[in-house]
Structure formats: structure tokens, C-alpha cells
């Protein structure tokens, strides 16, 4: 991994805060999507995405105004004296909205480090990045759509033979819920990976019950269980039962999921690609994880443009790579302000061979999607 690539200067960064989009087939809503865009001195531009958090968008964009105030006084900047600025400026304080603020910044760095040697990121990540990353497909709506609107989105998602549907099962009981991941089962057969994503059960004797239940259905994982800030919990669901357990889209930072792998709480780790901190803890993070038998599955609850690109590449440079994220019914909306750094082809995306993260952002369209910009020159 080269950290030593040298950026330059910053001259300006813009953000774009898009409003929530309806899918055409009127499935699912995205939420609102955090973008940005850093020039510099010599014109040379990277794109990055900071993981959104419902009413604190604007605070998130505020602090990464603030944080390009400090970076862009560095007048050789690069991915080290970012990281090291970064921690400098974290000062203990960290957090999702923080963590946010810095994921978007050094993503678009590294776009600026890939266009700078005219290569893909993976390729500045790994010497031997693999040429397609395993994907699975989610299947939520924020929409609330009844038992029979969410089978036949099943059934549409596995018809496209993506490698893999994740699924959120709790129902009021215990009874229906596993009633519904039978349904679901006879759709897609026994043998395809299903991930069952809990979200966070605020009744755990009821969590423990259904996990019993649902156990004979052969889950390819089983996604927060409990908080994922509870490791004890974790570790107890984990060695309870026979069950991949995946737990880190809500938590930043390093000593997290440090403590996360040394108390053996989890069989996969998922971090954001746009909240962990940046692409340089998520590597450290796969790195140990590595060491210990863990994988890496990053959560990408964002868009398809800017953070899919970036969690794709990722996953093509690391040895202990999951099934990367994919949310269909954003890449929709994506495409209509971006040309992807991907296609998908079935059970696999294939990225670009274009330098940087690979795709092309639209700024007058994107701005015509946004209801909020703020821009900040040094």
C-alpha cells in the first residue's frame, strides 16, 4: 500500500447533499447521499462520499468544511500527513459523524493519488488486485412494504443471480419471522447464500429464540445480532450458535474493532466504507483481521457511484474479502448523475481499468438533484 504518494496542495472542496430519490418501480427510497469534491492547485480532482446519518447531514458536511480549513494549510500533503493530521485533529473525540468527515476526504485523495499515477486505486492498494469482487444484493425499503411486495423484490433480485439476497426477517413474533425466511428459502433453494440482517433486536430472549428456529434454514450470516458496541453479547451470540456472525456498519476507529477480533466477537467485520475513518483503517482493520481468521465484508449503505467504487476496489486488494455490498435499486438513481466504475455481471462486479476510483461524476446534474452545496476555497 503506498501512503507516500505525494497530493500537492488543496485549492477547494465542494459538497452536495442529494435529496431522497423514489425508485422508479417505487420499491424503496434512498436516503439523502453526502458527496464531495477536492481541487488541487494543480486542477487535478478526486471524488468522496461520507457515510449520511438521518438529520445530521449538514453537520457532517460543516465538519468536513472544517477540516479541509486545516489540511489545505499543508503545502505537500499526502496520504500519511493526512492520516497523521487526522488522528492529531481526533484528539480521543472520534465518532460516526467525525469518522464520516475524514472517510469522504481521503477517498477523494486517493482519487487524486490513483489520477496522479494514472492508475486504478486498487492497484495503489495491492501489486495483485483480483479482477472482480463477489457481490450480494440487499433487499430493504424504508417504505414499509407489506410480506407480498417484499417476496416478489426476493424473487426479481434472485432471478438477476446476484451472489447472494440479504434480508431483514423480524416480524412482531418470532413465529412469523421464521415463517417468512421459509418463504423466502422456497424462492431462492437451500443452498444460496441468505443473510438475515436482525438490526439491532431490542428483545434479546426473543433474538435468541428466533435464531434457534431459524437455524435449520442454514443462514449464510446472521447481521447484528445485538449492539455491536455490546462485545460481550457478541461474543456469547457467536459461540451459541452455529451461525456466521457479522457486527461493525455502526462503529469508527481503530480500537473498536481491535477489541472486536481479540475477543473472537465476530466471524465478519463490516465497517462503511464512507464512516469507518478512511480506506487506511479499513485496510489496517482487514489486515488484523486477517491474522485472525476474519473476513471483511464492507457495509455500503450509500451510493452506488462514489462509495461502491471505492468499497469494490478495496475489496479487490485485500486477501480476506466477504461479499461486497450492493444496494440495486440506488445504482438506478446513481446512474443518473454518474458513469459507474463498474458493470455487474451476475454474482460478480468487474471494475474499469480507468485511474483513480473510475467513474464520472456529473456536477450539473448532481446539482440539480441536491437541495444543499456548500463550497469552501484556501
Known amino acids: 500500500m503506498e501512503k507516500e504518494i505525494n497530493i500537492g496542495k488543496l ?33 487535478v480532482e478526486g471524488w468522496g462520499e461520507a457515510f449520511s446519518i438521518h438529520l445530521r447531514e449538514k453537520a457532517i458536511a460543516t465538519i468536513i468544511i472544517e477540516l479541509f480549513k486545516e489540511i489545505s494549510e499543508i503545502k505537500n500533503l499526502s496520504l500519511n500527513s ?5 488522528f492529531f485533529l481526533r484528539d480521543g473525540h472520534g465518532g460516526l459523524d467525525f ?33 472482480d469482487v463477489s457481490i450480494y444484493a440487499t433487499c430493504w425499503s424504508d417504505l414499509k412494504k407489506d410480506e407480498e411486495n417484499y417476496l416478489h423484490q426476493v424473487e426479481k433480485y434472485f432471478e438477476k443471480k446476484y451472489g447472494g439476497i440479504k434480508i431483514y426477517p423480524l416480524f412482531e413474533n418470532t413465529s412469523n419471522s421464521v415463517k417468512f425466511v421459509e418463504q423466502v428459502r422456497k424462492i431462492v433453494g437451500m443452498e444460496y447464500p441468505l443473510m438475515l440482517d436482525l438490526a439491532i ?26 449492539d455491536g458496541e455490546n462485545i460481550s453479547l457478541l461474543n456469547e451470540i457467536k459461540n451459541s450458535f452455529d451461525m456466521r456472525v457479522v457486527t461493525g456498519e455502526k462503529q469508527s476507529g481503530l480500537p473498536h474493532f481491535q477489541e472486536i477480533i481479540k475477543r473472537d466477537a465476530a466471524d465478519i467485520l463490516n465497517p462503511d466504507i464512507s464512516g469507518i475513518g478512511g480506506i487506511i483503517d479499513m485496510l489496517y482493520v482487514s489486515k488484523e483481521a486477517l491474522n485472525n481468521d476474519i473476513y471483511i465484508s464492507p457495509h455500503c449503505w450509500n451510493s452506488m457511484s462514489v462509495s461502491a467504487s471505492a468499497m469494490l476496489h478495496v475489496c479487490s486488494s485485500i486477501p480476506n474479502s466477504e461479499k461486497a455490498e450492493i444496494f440495486p435499486d440506488y445504482i438506478e438513481f446513481s446512474k443518473e448523475f454518474c458513469e459507474l466504475s463498474f458493470n455487474i455481471l451476475e ?27 456548500m463550497d469552501e476555497k484556501n
Open 347 to 373: 454474482n460478480k462486479a468487474i471494475l474499469n481499468q480507468s485511474a483513480g476510483l473510475g467513474m464520472v461524476i456529473h456536477e450539473d446534474i448532481l446539482s440539480n438533484l441536491s437541495t444543499y452545496r
Open 201 to 226: 433486536p431490542k428483545d434479546l430472549d426473543q433474538t435468541k429464540t428466533f435464531l434457534k428456529e431459524v437455524s435449520f434454514l442454514k443462514p449464510y450470516w446472521i447481521e447484528e445480532p445485538v
Open 99 to 131: 469518522s464520516s468527515a475524514t472517510s469522504a476526504i481521503e477517498i477523494a485523495l486517493w482519487d487524486i493519488a490513483g489520477k496522479l499515477k494514472n492508475l486504478p486505486l486498487n492497484c495503489l492498494l495491492t501489486d495483485n488486485p483480483k479482477p
Open 11 to 43: 485549492s477547494s472542496v465542494k459538497i452536495w447533499i442529494t435529496n431522497a430519490h423514489k425508485s422508479k418501480d417505487n420499491w424503496s427510497k434512498t436516503k439523502k447521499f453526502i458527496f464531495i469534491k477536492i481541487t488541487t492547485t494543480d486542477g
Open 82 to 86: 493526512f492520516y497523521n493530521k487526522i
